[in-house]
């Protein structure tokens, strides 16, 4: 590669008008007019593959075939390159062979902007260029322009200039055509009459202006809204407004809808992350929302809000202190009423939940833990909120009091060990038409439980494991209550006048406390059938246990009032009836616990030859069998026989679950447990009273393929499931509910439009509850749930959310999705074919960020029913 330098001392001066300084002694040493200093203030690098010509007579240097120049942040390479160091201008161009193909293109690279001409002239000095038939990339924004003017680094005038984001830039499925635009490279792009051009053909659709943000970074802006027509509220516009983009830390995007009925909606979101330390978002919305006209029997008119806000502190940023947020409140009916109710699957839940925590450790011997928790839950059917405000809970490690400083505890003292725990509650119980308002504090409860739990545990006979232990209980009450007896009076209708409940106010506590032991063991069983068999062994794996309890009765907690005069019947209270934390026990329990755990497993030999240890397999993860007998009880003396198992399925895709509850008492006519065995009153040796069992079963062809199977669509940020069992909540003209598909660097360029393997996923929940408390022998619940997605080609996808109930004989909420790929573009289709919810939403539009407000929507919403 040779090098053009420039200097004073070189036999060619750039900008002087002598070849060659001869003059030795100038009669004229200092002149008043100074000398022009080079333009070209740094080396001049150049290659070629065939000839380098220098012409000093024509100041210009020729290069020809595979030409490369470099200079300062500048880069050029084409077919041919000339190069006049005297005007200091470059001219490439392509190469034409005798065919009448031209070949090698300028390829031209100053800083980050690079520039694809058919020939290019170039100025160092003033940095203008004329560029003909240029290709440029911006932010990914594909420009050709049939005549380019460069003034200088910032600005560019464009003739005829044709600008997409598709990445075949020769035969784009799309393209816009301004007549002339300036552009200013990664900031904007400012156009005349723009006209949009699909498959080269022209549209209607143009614009007299328009204006391109180019930025890598985030950038405020207006958010196109989508309008439509509805035949309740008539004409609308929804999810316009403005993002701001405030620092690279956080962001707020406010977003309104209007309807010509009077309905309007605001809402307000925000993401913030600092990395290393924590992320979240925050969304708030607030709806009025009016059905019908005014006069109307349906007339109707109501406010609804939600408040999402979810935060998450990352684990590094601090060891011993975190603050987590998880937040869903707000209208009981939003999810059924909201007018913009993007979200189509959420209107099915029917708890709304929400927790803030902090926590706290203090690593020092003994480490003490502290947490302060709001918690939230509302049921949205009843309306019912239960708050915590707050919940104060504390606790100090096990110590080991008579443990050696080092090595293992041995033996029934070196085991002894204790443990604090505090936890504090403000509860508040109140329904939606009350909360956030005074009244909600009117019946709120207060309560502190101290608890501090002794325990011990040791081996006998080498294989039964023994625990002995106790525990003792304190609860603070700031609220109790006092009943006055019923007194004799002729004067009111009823002859007396009734117990009067008061509540008093002021501090109270009782303290009360139990003791337990259990024994238990572990038993093993194997059956070896060989290794020369695909299930070469299986292995019974049982754990039963004794288990005794023993609390006595506090009666010195209880007192009696007369709630009848005239026979002067009397009724047993507690003052702490009201209370947070229960009640102190009142009748003696001396009980024995039977429990019996199982578990099966198998060794299977592997497929694959190579691999000699056979695989273990669980067959069963859980059966477990648990009772009790209170020896201190006249009657009913034993519990429920409790049955619960669990097990893994087809390489863990599936997981099924079951429980049962078998009573050993019969019942009377009025379905009340009586003191006779079933079986001594002509049944069997247990009443089966309830069951459920739930399956799930998720699988794809990527799991068939011993790949990682997808999780699916999460749904949680939205306030819904984290599946799409009950469909999928997306917003098609919102970029955030999609993954980045035109960023995505493993995505193939040529795609065959068919293929043999088409890839799938199904889920699949299938429930059943099975009642029979009180002979009613009726199965509540019977239910399967599924959701599945097929990719019919690389550009095709279906998907189907729904579900049947074997009950009530009818299909659940059911969702169809279309979508289809056309490179830059997507189409999307969304249809709840029936229920109250029927609905269907269409949307086209560009997937490109820059031109994402480039869409067509059209949607009809759910009908409103009296």
Known sequence: MDTLKVNLRDSIKIGTRKVNDTIKNDSIKNDSIPEKAPILLDQVKYKSKDYVKISQRTKKIYLYNEAELYYQDTELKSGIIILDYEKNEVYAGRLKDSAGVYSQAPYFKQADNIVEPDSIRFNFDTEKALIWNSRTEQNGTQILGELTKKENDSVIFIKNAKFTTSKDIDNPEYFFLARKIKLVPNKKIVSGFTNLYIADVPTPIGFPFAYFPLTSDRASGFIFPTFGENSSRGYFFQNGGYYFAINDYVDLALLGDYYTNGSYAFRGESNYALRYRFRGNLSVRFEAVINSQRGFPDYSKSNIYNIRWSHNQDSKANPNSRFSASVNLGSSSFYQASINQLNTPNFLNNTLNSSISYSKTFPSYPSVNVSLTATHSQNTNTESINLTL???????????????????????????????????????????????????????????????????????????????????????????????????????????????????????????????????????????????????????????????????????????????????????????????????????????????????????????????????????????????????????????????????????????????NLDPYSIDNQGVRINKFNIDNGGSLFRLTSANVNVNYSFSSKSLEGKDDDRGVDNTRSGGRDDDLFGRAQDFTDRGSFDDEEDDEEEKEDVEAYRAKIPWDLRIAYSLTYLNSNRQNEISNNSLMFSGNVELTPQWKVGVSSGYDFKNQGFTFTQLRFERDLKSWRINFNWVPFSTRASWYFFIGIKASILRDVKWDQRSEPDRRL
């Open 390 to 660: 707050p919940t104060l809970q504390a606790s100090v490690e096990r110590i080991y009091p008579f443990a050696p400083k080092d090595g293992a505890k041995k033996g029934i003292i070196q085991n002894i060990n204790f443990q604090y725990n505090l936890r504090g509650e403000n509860r508040i119980n109140t329904t939606d038409s009350l909360f956030l308002k005074k009244e909600m504090f009117d019946d709120a409860k207060m309560g502190v439980r101290h608890s501090i739990p002794i325990n011990t545990n040791f081996k006998v006979f080498k294989y039964l494991s023994v625990s002995v232990g106790g525990n003792y209980d304190e609860v603070w009450a700031f609220k109790t209550v006092d009943y006055s007896d019923a007194i004799e009076d002729d004067t009111v209708e009823s002859g007396q006048i009734d117990a009067v409940k008061d509540t008093i106010n002021g501090f109270d506590s009782f303290r009360q406390y139990n003791f337990s032991a259990s024994i238990g063991t572990t038993l093993y069983g194997t059956f070896n059938r060989g290794e020369d068999r695909k299930i070469q062994a299986i292995r019974h794996t049982l754990r039963p246990s004794i288990s005794y309890s023993y609390n006595p009765a506090f009666d010195q907690y209880y007192d009696e009032y007369i709630i009848d005069a005239e026979n002067n019947t009397k009724q047993e209270f507690t003052r702490f009836e009201d209370g947070l934390f229960g009640t102190p026990s009142r009748a003696f329990a001396s009980s024995i616990g039977i429990n019996i755990a199982n578990t099966v497993e198998a060794k299977v030999r592997q497929k694959d030859s190579t691999k000699t240890e056979p695989k273990k397999v669980m067959l069963l993860n859980t059966l477990n069998f648990s009772t009790s007998y209170n020896i201190a009880a006249d009657s009913l003396a034993w519990s429920p026989v409790r049955v619960s198992g669990s097990t893994q399925l087809f390489n863990n895709k599936m997981s099924v679950n079951f429980g049962a």
